[in-house]
């Protein structure tokens, strides 16, 4: 027979299963604008602070919609450059994916979408419009679009103005209240959290999010079903409960291990499941902890490296090879990169030279081994032979530690099923 489950064991389920929840609600809350106005990155992000760990292999379009109100149309422009890498992805509040599209898709998922609401019916307009429907109101729109860099940005930015996502209907759009101005990242903005504001925002969902009928069932027995409850108006002794159930909620998502890490010279990459979680909350909340609403893992993964290949942080202060091994590179079907970030900044290192990674793209300028291995140099010194420059990635000055992260965009069946051995990292001695 099971063991009945405490309120503060069933506060801490509830607090893994809300946690991606409570920070896409944030994520996705403004005024009438921030729900209307498609915003396009227009070149690499290098020093926004309220990103963890930007990329600089693609540009960003995003769009927060809300689709209680109002449905969206969606116009996928079809490529001419069929080499240039495309992803456009919509997510719901638990960060599931309710359409993704691009390069992996016939003419790259080109076509006209119209977005709904559950069973919304389709306007008359629009019946030749591919339906696309969400069970929540308000989803996160997002495409991510390959640029070759500053030189490429013209060609990029006219491509970006090709696609259309807009309400049908803004004027019924509802404004929310929007992330805090001094929001600097979703990691310290949830684990700053308060049991108060963490319940508000959850029973703000309550509404237009399908929920999991067993963690509904946790917050009937929390007294949470009531939007106008509020977490001061409970009962002291329950409060006591939630408040320790969602600290230890917190430490178990802070703390996770699971069967979907991949371990390979000191990198460690989450590969199954990300994206399509299932009812993995606490591994979804570890993931959406540390990452910005990450690709499905089948479309990208990202490896990451905090030590040496001999388990050493790794260290600002010194010169690392990182060696790839003849046809060792990473197999990737589109295109790779590997960034450094400083630490614990987890921000790009600002250099004169704009360097902040390698990636594919760079290969006819790499100047390889002679037996075909590639040797990447990181470190802070500039190499005296100019033919490795292209293979030198610099380091922190300011900052005494820094992270690498691979992304592999099109992961190969080898990488996929965690065959495939990882680069070494080693100090230079």
């Given at each position: 027979m099971q063991k009945e489950m405490t309120l503060r064991e069933k506060a801490q389920k509830l607090y893994e299963y809300a946690f991606t929840i409570v920070?896409?609600?944030?994520?996705?809350?403004?005024?009438?604008?921030?729900?209307?106005?498609?915003?396009?990155?227009r070149k690499f992000i290098e020093a926004e602070r309220r990103m963890y760990k930007p990329n600089q292999d693609t540009?960003?379009?995003?769009?927060?919609?809300?689709?209680?109100?109002?449905?969206?149309?969606?116009?996928i422009p079809e490529l001419e450059d069929k080499s240039?890498?495309?992803?456009?992805?919509?997510?719901?509040?638990?960060?599931?994916?309710?359409?993704?599209?691009?390069?992996?898709?016939?003419?790259?998922?080109?076509?006209?979408?119209?977005?709904l609401y559950r069973d919304a019916e389709i306007p008359e307009a629009y019946k030749d419009y591919i339906p696309v429907r969400s069970e929540d109101s308000r989803n996160y729109?997002?495409?991510?679009?390959?640029?070759?860099?500053?030189?490429?940005?013209?060609?990029t930015n006219a491509i970006q103005d090709q696609f259309v996502m807009r309400a049908l209907y803004p004027d019924r759009i509802r404004e929310r209240p929007a992330l805090p101005a001094d929001y600097n990242g979703q990691s310290s903005f949830m684990t700053e959290m308060k049991p108060d504001e963490f319940i508000r925002r959850l029973l703000g969902t309550l509404a237009d999010t399908r929920h999991d009928d067993q963690m509904f069932g946790y917050m009937r027995?929390?007294?949470?079903?009531?939007?106008?409850?509020?977490?001061?108006?409970?009962?002291?002794?329950?409060q006591e409960e939630i408040?320790?159930?969602?600290?230890?909620?917190?430490?178990?998502?802070?703390?996770?291990?699971?069967?979907?890490?991949?371990?390979?010279n000191g990198w460690h990459a989450y590969i199954d499941s990300v994206g399509d979680y299932g009812k993995k909350y606490r591994y979804r909340a570890y993931i959406n902890y540390f990452a910005v609403m990450p690709?499905?893992?089948?479309?990208?993964?990202?490896?990451?490296?905090?030590?040496?290949?001999?388990?050493?942080?790794?260290?600002?202060?010194?010169?690392?090879?990182?060696?790839?091994?003849?046809?060792?590179?990473?197999?990737?079907?589109?295109?790779?990169?590997?960034?450094?970030?400083?630490?614990?900044?987890?921000?790009?290192?600002?250099?004169?030279?704009?360097?902040?990674?390698?990636?594919?793209?760079?290969?006819?300028?790499?100047?390889?081994?002679?037996?075909?291995?590639l040797d990447v140099i990181i470190g802070p010194k500039k190499p005296e032979d100019e033919r490795y420059f292209a293979?030198?990635?610099?380091?922190?000055?300011?900052?005494?530690?820094?992270?690498?992260l691979m992304r592999i965009y099109g992961p190969s069946e080898e990488l996929l099923e965690k065959k495939w051995e990882f680069p070494t990292v080693l100090p230079i001695e």
């Open positions: 920070w896409t609600d944030a994520m996705t809350s403004g005024d009438r604008a921030f729900y209307t106005t498609l915003r396009h990155n540009l960003y379009s995003f769009l927060p919609i809300q689709l209680e109100h109002t449905p969206y149309i969606l116009e240039r890498y495309l992803l456009v992805n919509i997510l719901n509040l638990k960060t599931e994916m309710v359409l993704t599209k691009g390069t992996k898709n016939e003419k790259n998922g080109a076509g006209k979408y119209i977005i729109f997002i495409i991510r679009l390959e640029s070759y860099g500053e030189k490429d940005y013209k060609i027995d929390l007294k949470l079903t009531d939007a106008e409850v509020t977490y001061d108006s409970l009962p002291p002794q329950l408040r320790a159930g969602f600290a230890d909620g917190l430490q178990a998502i802070l703390n996770y291990t699971g069967t979907e890490g991949y371990e390979s690709n499905l893992y089948t479309d990208t993964i990202y490896p990451n490296l905090e030590t040496d290949s001999n388990g050493n942080k790794l260290d600002s202060r010194k010169t690392y090879r990182l060696h790839f091994k003849k046809d060792g590179l990473p197999q990737a079907k589109y295109f790779w990169s590997v960034i450094l970030y400083g630490s614990p900044s987890e921000q790009l290192v600002i250099n004169p030279y704009k360097k902040y990674l390698i990636n594919s793209h760079g290969l006819r300028d790499f100047c390889f081994n002679a037996d075909g291995s293979n030198w990635i610099p380091s922190p000055y300011e900052e005494d530690s820094f992270t690498l």
